[in-house]
């Protein structure tokens, strides 16, 4: 006998997003990952990954408390912080400043992170044409 299913609970705010939970995780993950990087990319790379890490959740956030076509175009910086991410992640590894062991959690969060931001704006775009315009 299966389990019954339980509704979603309700988004009452950008922080009940999934989403937006795991980015701030990969904010932290980012965070820890960095302090190995030499002292010479402190204003390089480091810098550049932890703001790319902080503008994927902080956009999410901040679309949310804004109008649907706003919201979109947050979601759309966020992914775009987040491929970002993935350059400078791989960058950094091809430069030896990541091992692999630890830019490929990274690189899977930045991964699942990606696709959830894909499906919450394809959701938003089909809640946008259910709409009927005023």
Not at 63 to 82: E, F, N, P, Q, T
Not at 118 to 125: A, F, N, V, Y
Request: aromatic share 6%; proline share 4%.
């Amino acid at each position: 006998m299966s389990a019954p299913m339980q509704a979603a609970a309700p988004v009452l705010s950008y922080r009940d997003l999934r989403v937006w939970q795991q980015a701030m995780d990969l904010v932290e993950a980012t965070y820890r990952a960095t302090k190995q990087f030499p002292a010479a990319e402190r204003y390089g790379l480091v810098t550049q990954l932890r703001r790319a890490a902080v503008s994927v959740a902080s956009n999410i956030a901040e679309g949310h408390a804004r109008s649907l076509g706003d919201y979109l175009r947050h979601l759309l910086v966020s992914s775009g912080s987040l491929t970002e991410m993935e350059t400078q992640i791989v960058l950094s590894t091809r430069l030896g400043f990541l091992q692999a062991a630890d830019a490929d959690p990274l690189l899977q969060s930045c991964d699942q992170i990606g696709r959830m931001l894909s499906g919450l704006r394809k959701s938003l775009r089909a809640r946008r044409s259910r709409t009927p315009s005023p």
